[in-house]
């Protein structure tokens, strides 16, 4: 327990309103028994332990698998602070909401409160929470998304402030369902809901939601960013963040492993952080970023050992998986896209007989998850723990996009890197509650995510950038996911993608010419390696193309979307946008 007061006195205030039978701090330790508890309950499920050594499986309730968007809330005094982008509602209005719901919630329940850090413990970057819970499923997986530990809690002793973070599962009541956030309270309630992302608060509530409040107001940045470092035959490694929608490709990117020709040349990859970068100006006027998670919480299905080899090793030990099929002949689990042989006895992700060579059923969920140690990738970087976190060379931007985004294109300067943030947008996936393959803005992979109106979100990258000045990095967007007219992809992606980084970090220094295009700086032919590749010159043309129709009603669409930000639009983009129209129609 902590002897910072305002902690053990907001402790003691969730206990009365929650009323648990017992309340049980947790430090990092004693794990074992409380997985031991968890196996009891049938809250954990345990995996064949000789070939998935502290592996659990873990099954959550059939109407709780995603991120419930509907029911998060931006809670703030004045609803423009907000934004459009968010739901909204008083902070009063929802405390008065909240608290009969979480009157009585943990009777019969142990109150386990959670005191963690996000960032490695000591960095100026990092922030500190504490987080109470019903279940021991968010227990476990907070042990390994941030840190835990004594030392953490020496660092909460002395600590002015932590953000509050208040979860219980309930009835897992879909109609009683809340995330709500309180910006200007440092507060964080979460009801009625176990999944990951509702559930797990240091996590995209904390580390994105309220994070990016506190870094607008302190002058830095939090965004839904990985953090790769790429090391070149002389040993020299540049940094980039990188910002996707959820299911796009994070996490394959992070942990890419080089083509075999890259590969024999000498080319490495490191990965920081495969889903969150805080980003600061450091001492030398660059950017500077860290991951605040300490595990990965990724994607599943799909995940195999030609997509992503370094996934699939990380996760053969002390992972907990969420929403995949158990085997029942081995003690294993299955997802689709893991191989072409999936068992005949399992039990799928519902907890229903599952046969995979004759069901319809999908055995395991497509939004099914992984959470495990960032120490067990195969290329976590050195720098990992590094406090002072990592300079970056580029931000990139991506999302999926069928035909109107090229491959790859540069930003003209740091504020038009802005504006191709600010406009794009991408088809939903599984991460998402919804329907899948719907066009949707996603600015900056940060509309579900921004804890303030997005128009000020924008206002805050241009002031960084000013700040940064000429040390500012280079702005990129690209798009894997080109498909031809027959609806397959053109681009091979996964290790690939080491081609299109190439071209990027050359031209950050200087080393790669560029075409001028209306949307920015295009590889010419020949710039971008295909060396071994099964792919034409023709393909990579069209890869490359710039349809002037698509764009032409893209403006069209994102002066729609700009709209929705009235005056808080920062009138900057709204010139970035004239300048895009006016040089597709000459």
């Known amino acids: 327990m902590t002897n910072n007061l305002k902690v053990k006195q907001?402790?003691?205030w969730a206990a009365d309103l929650c009323k648990p039978d017992e309340v049980v701090w947790i430090d990092g330790e004693g794990l074992d028994e409380l997985r031991a508890a968890a196996l009891k309950s049938g809250e954990l499920i345990m995996l064949n332990q000789d070939l998935l050594p502290g592996c659990y499986l873990h099954r959550s309730a059939i109407n709780d698998v995603a991120r419930a968007e509907d029911k998060t809330?931006?809670?703030?005094?004045?609803?423009?602070?907000?934004?459009?982008?968010?739901?909204?509602?008083?902070p009063?209005?929802?405390?008065?909401?909240?608290?009969?719901?979480?009157?009585?919630?943990?009777?019969?329940r142990t109150m386990y409160v959670i005191p963690f850090c996000m960032g490695p413990v000591g960095s100026p970057f990092s922030k500190l929470g504490v987080e109470i819970t019903d279940s021991i499923y968010v227990v476990l997986n907070m042990c390994i998304m941030t840190r835990v530990s004594k030392d953490v809690v020496k660092m909460l002793d002395g600590a002015e402030d932590f953000v509050k973070c208040l979860h219980c599962t309930a009835e897992l009541d879909i109609d009683k369902r809340f995330i709500s956030h309180f910006p200007e309270d440092?507060?964080?309630?979460?009801?009625?809901?176990?999944?990951?992302?509702n559930a797990l608060l240091g996590k995209k509530c904390f580390a994105l939601r309220i994070a990016s409040y506190q870094a607008k107001k302190e002058g830095w940045?939090?965004?839904h960013m990985l953090i790769i470092g790429i090391e070149n035959p002389q040993g020299q490694v540049r940094y980039i963040c990188a910002a996707f929608p959820s299911a796009c490709g994070k996490t394959n990117l992070a942990m890419l492993i080089p083509p075999e020709i890259y590969a024999k040349k000498g080319y490495k990859l490191w990965c920081v952080g495969d889903d969150i970068a805080w980003l600061r100006i450091g001492p030398d006027g660059r950017l500077w970023a860290i991951n605040p998670e300490n595990g990965y919480f990724g994607v599943v299905p799909g995940t195999n050992a030609q997509t992503n080899p370094n996934a699939l090793k990380a996760i053969g030990t002390n992972t907990i998986y969420t929403n995949v099929a158990y085997n029942e002949e081995d003690g294993t689990v299955w997802w689709e896209g893991l191989d072409d042989n999936p068992p005949e006895k399992a039990i799928d992700w519902k907890g229903n007989p599952w046969n995979g060579k004759t069901s319809q059923e999908k055995g395991a969920h497509p939004n099914s998850r992984f959470t495990v140690p960032a120490t067990n990738c195969p290329v976590i970087s050195p720098e990992f723990e590094n406090p002072g976190g990592v300079p970056i060379d580029a931000i990139i931007f991506g999302g999926r996009r069928a035909k109107t985004a090229p491959l790859v294109y540069q930003a003209r300067d740091f504020a038009h890197g802005v504006f191709v943030g600010s406009i794009m947008a991408s088809e939903t996936t599984a991460a998402q509650t919804g329907a899948v393959g719907v066009t949707r803005p996603d600015s900056m992979a940060m509309k579900p995510f921004c804890g303030y109106n997005m128009g000020d979100y924008f206002a805050h990258w241009l002031e960084m950038?000013?700040?940064?000045?000429?040390?500012?990095?280079?702005?990129?967007n690209v798009n894997w996911f080109r498909v031809d007219d027959d609806g397959n992809f053109i681009w091979p992606g996964f290790g690939d993608n080491l081609r299109v980084l190439e071209w990027i970090l050359a031209r950050c220094a200087g080393e790669a010419e560029a075409a001028l295009a209306p949307i920015g700086h295009m590889p010419r032919a020949g710039d971008i390696n295909i060396e071994g590749l099964s792919l034409s010159a023709g393909q990579l043309e069209e890869l490359l193309s710039v349809d002037k129709g698509l764009w032409?009603?893209?403006?069209?669409?994102?002066?729609?979307?700009?709209?929705?930000?009235?005056?808080?639009?920062?009138?900057?983009?709204?010139?970035?946008?004239?300048d895009l129209e006016a040089r597709l129609e000459a």
């Open 10 to 12: 907001w402790v003691s």
């Open 552 to 578: 032409q009603a893209e403006v069209a669409s994102i002066k729609e979307y700009y709209k929705t930000f009235g005056d808080r639009l920062p009138k900057e983009l709204w010139d970035k946008l004239a």
């Open 73 to 90: 809330f931006i809670c703030t005094t004045d609803e423009a602070d907000a934004g459009p982008t968010n739901n909204w509602m008083s």
């Open 465 to 476: 950038g000013k700040k940064l000045g000429d040390k500012a990095p280079e702005i990129f």
């Open 221 to 223: 940045m939090a965004e």
């Open 92 to 108: 009063a209005d929802m405390y008065d909401k909240l608290t009969p719901l979480f009157d009585g919630s943990m009777r019969g």
């Open 186 to 197: 440092n507060a964080i309630w979460s009801i009625n809901s176990g999944y990951g992302g």
